[in-house]
């Protein structure tokens, strides 16, 4: 059973940065396909980035594009979200995932084995 942990959220002004980690225990993180998702207050939790177990591959939402990078360090099995630039509609709940299999580029939620329980940021314009 793999639990994952993030941190790092918090508040910041819109045009700021933010990087999020999430930490993972109980197994191995580069056995792992990663992704991270959001869930702003009254909508559905939505897919934002994902990256490949060796890093090769990263998959993200159009709405991130040039601002969010995704990485990771299979040596401290932590995932990093790299938030830039960031506008007041990237406010949300940042969840991290672990998917054991490749499927739809990781974009679906079902694709995801494991969760953790989400770090709060909020951008104020």
């Known amino acids: 059973q793999v639990q994952l942990v993030e941190s790092g959220g918090g508040l910041v002004q819109a045009g700021g940065s933010l990087k999020l980690s999430c930490a993972a225990s109980?197994?191995?993180?580069?056995?792992?396909?990663m992704g991270w998702f959001r869930q702003a207050p009254g909508k559905e939790r939505e897919f934002v980035i994902s990256?490949?177990?060796?890093?090769?591959?990263?998959y993200y939402v159009d709405s991130v594009k040039g601002r969010f990078t995704i990485s990771r360090d299979n040596a401290k099995n932590t995932v990093y979200l790299q938030m830039n630039k960031l506008k007041a509609e990237d406010t949300a709940v940042y969840y991290c995932?672990?998917?054991?299999?490749?499927?739809?580029?990781?974009?679906?939620?079902?694709?995801?084995?494991?969760w953790g329980q989400g770090t709060q940021v909020t951008v104020s314009s």
């Open positions: 990256i490949s177990w060796n890093g090769g591959r990263t």
């Open positions: 109980g197994g191995t993180v580069s056995n792992y396909y």
């Open positions: 995932a672990a998917a054991a299999t490749f499927s739809d580029s990781l974009r679906p939620l079902g694709a995801y084995d494991y």
